[in-house]
């Protein structure tokens, strides 16, 4: 991997002679034939590129010295075969975003906060130009008539790309990177998104093959929480997983990953979450697991939960435990009009056991704010017992939030299963009551 260090101020300083640097860009760029730069190792080509920016810079006497001409050969090689400027941002491990909102304003996460780079890219057409590379390296296309494109790029990373006329400023793009390290429990308590009870409690849950949805807002850690709960899955059970594009980081050995696949340029072709769902159940799992529920394969995954899959795992966008379940909810209904609302929520209600919502909090840090049992339904209430909350009690001085994990105690509806499975009076001391901490 290529270090990140003096890049961006090498970067800064070459801005200062911005002129010469692009012509020389230009110049160079056109001397290496694409084919060539492709067949080339990344080291023969930075050579290569180093000397036909001597020679340029000689023929024209433009004034760059050797530290600048080997950053600029950087600049023109990352240009050529990765993803342009940005790929020192890709290649540094603390960042977690990356997202291109113009060729001067490229934002990264790092540690659950927003940062502002100094990197750019020349214009529009620079930022247009990547997004192209990315579409046809996963042979879509990326224009007018189709300004649209999720696609992932050879790392496992999720990129989005909009452009005009959809996006009014210019083509956008944002990079969700892939994580390689897989984060478990222990690293969760660590970070502060869980206590150990929590992280205890959550552990059987997954083991006892509960019925479990991860709620939250985008980014807020749902797809690594989920990845963090397959962890505990038995090596003896038959995975299917269910995604757009694949994310989960399944460790056993008995995993079959689908992915769906959208419509082609006539509009043929197209296979849904929910064409997916419904093959999976045709294929003897033991768990499925849908990456993101989001329309009517809520209904079928439901159907799957109620029909033996149990251990079946998802994640949902919303603001709430309480506001997962009328979006299911509404997804299902989306999928069946003429079935009475009352039946809806009785199936909802049998099919889930556990919702964990997680957020990422004004101090960046991603936190489990609510853990909730589905415990039946009351009705036309589905009722939710509080197994864990996040209580916030101040701010710290350094910004970062004070508050602690409460737990409510109770007894889960789904208590017997856990003691089939052994766990019984493990989980049960997990989720002794928490007592507030004594204000000083
Ligand atoms: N508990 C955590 N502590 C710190 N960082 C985390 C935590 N969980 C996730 N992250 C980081 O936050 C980013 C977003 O995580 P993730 O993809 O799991 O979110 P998400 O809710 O699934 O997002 P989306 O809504 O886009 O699907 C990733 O870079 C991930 O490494
Ligand atoms: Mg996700």
Not at 5 to 31: G, S, Y
Not at 86 to 99: A, F, R
Not at 288 to 307: C, H, K, S
Not at 408 to 426: A, H, I, K, W
Request: with cysteine; hydrophobic share 40%.
């Amino acid at each position: 991997m290529r270090p990140f260090t003096a890049r961006p101020d090498v970067a800064a300083r070459l801005k200062t002679n911005i002129k010469a640097v692009e012509f020389i860009q230009d110049q160079v760029l056109t001397m290496v034939e694409p084919a060539l730069a492709v067949r080339l190792s990344p080291d023969m080509l930075r050579k290569r590129v180093e000397e036909l920016i001597a020679v340029v810079a000689a023929q024209h006497q433009l004034l760059i010295n050797q530290e600048e001409q080997r950053a600029l050969a950087e600049l023109i090689v990352d240009d050529m075969v990765g993803l342009g400027p940005i790929e020192p941002l890709l290649n540094d491990e603390t960042v977690s975003d990356v997202m291109i909102n113009g060729p001067s304003m490229v934002y990264v996460e790092r540690k659950g906060k927003l940062q502002l780079t100094p990197v750019h890219f020349r214009n529009d057409a620079h930022v247009m130009h990547v997004a192209q590379r990315i579409a046809s390296s996963v042979g879509r296309r990326i224009d007018e008539s189709s300004p649209m494109l999720d696609a992932r790029l050879p790392d496992g990373s999720r990129v989005n790309a909009i452009i005009p006329p959809l996006s009014l400023k210019g083509p956008c793009i944002s990079i969700r990177k892939f994580s390689r390290n897989v984060m478990n429990f222990w690293r969760f308590t660590e970070l502060g998104t869980v206590s150990r009870e929590m992280a205890r409690a959550l552990e059987i849950a997954a083991r006892c093959r509960l019925n479990v949805i991860v709620s939250g807002g985008t980014g807020s850690g749902k797809t690594t929480f989920l990845n963090a709960l397959s962890l505990m899955i038995d090596h003896g059970e038959r995975i299917v997983t269910i995604e757009d594009a694949a994310e989960l980081q399944m460790q056993q050995p008995h995993v079959i990953q689908l992915e769906t696949r959208p419509a082609n340029i006539e509009g043929k072709g197209e296979v849904t979450q929910r064409d997916l769902v419904r093959n999976a159940l045709r294929m003897r799992p033991d768990r499925i697991i849908l990456g993101e529920v989001r329309g009517v394969e809520a209904f079928d995954m439901m159907q799957a939960m109620n029909t033996g899959h149990n251990g079946s795992m998802s994640t949902i966008h919303s603001n709430s435990a309480r506001d997962a379940l009328a979006r299911i909810e509404n997804m299902i209904l989306m999928a069946n009009v003429n079935v009475p609302l009352q039946s809806i929520r009785m199936q909802i209600a049998s099919a889930l056991d556990l919702i964990i919502h997680t957020e990422r909090m004004r101090d960046g840090v991603r936190r489990v704010t609510e853990v909730v049992e589905v415990a039946g339904i009351e009705h036309e209430t589905i009722l939710l017992g509080s197994l864990f909350t996040y209580r916030y009690v101040g701010q710290n001085p350094d910004g970062s939030l004070n508050g602690y994990f409460k737990c409510e105690g109770g007894r889960p509806r789904f208590l017997p299963r856990v003691e089939y499975y052994g766990f019984g009076d493990e989980f049960l001391e997990a989720l002794t009551p928490t007592k507030p901490p004594e204000r000083k």
